[in-house]
């Protein structure tokens, strides 16, 4: 059985059971007490069938504006139970559940997001160019040498450089033969250059020129947000406290804090599912779990 804190002024009042009967109740479920009072003749009694069909009354009777009482139910299902719970919690409460997780299994757990639903939650405290600044060099030369990197692209960018900083950068690597040139003449130079040169003059770029081609090109095409792995996007928030990681995450719809919440333990789980609002948790009873309303007590 299971034994709530329930309001029995409550009880004696709306179903016309004295006190004294009610004591003579103790820990019988209310199905049982529901039979016994129809058997000494109480008609009011028969209302509990009904009530407890009404989600609006049930959370009355139960009392489950009381955290504790919602709790001592909760904690009766069995861990697959607990996780039907979690898709009627809010977005808030599935949120308030991940902040017993550390820092790193948050940042885990993010990782394992769509890229799309990641970089929302990134973006939120940071911008493009701070995650490619934290990209280990080898990545970014990886970036560079993959195929849909597509150099019409990488030359549409130089294209709208300011001709001193496109010659900057080609003075940095191929000396000053390249200086006092004209746009025209440092673009053709560029475009003629065979594939694996081309990329070699991109991985050899100073970083912040790197970022700058790096921002330009996913902004025009941000599926290549997808050649960068999830570990180089979340790099920047390994700096965050763990509060701020969350409140970035409010972007996240519910579908994607479930499967988070769900890897907790079963005590845990049982806190988180707690959060539920007690007339839907009420409404749930009726629907999902039939049989635990039938254990529990007065």
């Keep these: 059985m299971i034994q709530l804190n329930l309001d029995l002024n409550y009880l004696t009042r709306y179903f016309e059971i004295t006190t004294q009967r009610l004591n003579e109740y103790s820990s019988k479920s209310i199905e049982e007490v529901m039979e016994l009072e129809e058997l000494q003749g109480n008609q009011a009694a028969s209302l509990i069938s009904s009530a407890m069909q009404n989600p609006r009354k049930l959370a009355k009777i139960l009392q489950l504006v009381d955290p504790q009482n919602r709790y001592l139910i909760i904690s009766n299902l069995s861990e697959n139970d607990l996780q039907k719970l979690l898709p009627y919690l809010e977005q808030e409460d599935l949120l308030w559940g991940l902040k017993y997780f550390r820092v790193d299994k948050i940042i885990e757990m993010l990782n394992k997001l769509p890229t799309e639903q990641l970089l929302s939650v990134v973006l939120q405290r940071f911008t493009l160019k701070d995650i490619f600044l934290l990209m280990p060099q080898e990545d970014v030369d990886k970036f560079f040498e993959n195929q849909e990197v597509e150099r019409k692209d990488v030359m549409k960018y130089f294209e709208a ?53 790096m921002v330009a090109l996913v902004n025009e095409k941000p599926e290549l947000m997808e050649q960068i792995s999830p570990e180089n996007i979340t790099r920047p928030m390994r700096t965050m406290e763990k509060h701020d990681i969350l409140k970035c995450m409010d972007v996240l719809d519910p579908e994607f804090l479930i499967p988070m919440v769900e890897e907790l333990p079963p005590d845990l789980l049982q806190v988180v599912a707690t959060q539920i609002d007690p007339a839907v948790f009420a409404q749930v009873l009726i629907d999902e779990f039939p049989d635990v309303l039938s254990k529990i007590a007065l």
Excluded: C, W
């Design 161 to 213: 450089l300011n001709p001193s900083e496109l010659e900057r950068i080609l003075v940095q690597q191929f000396g000053y033969s390249m200086k006092d040139k004209t746009q025209d003449e440092h673009l053709a130079f560029i475009e003629s250059m065979r594939d694996k040169d081309f990329t070699k003059m991109l991985q050899n770029m100073e970083r912040y020129d790197q970022v700058g081609l």
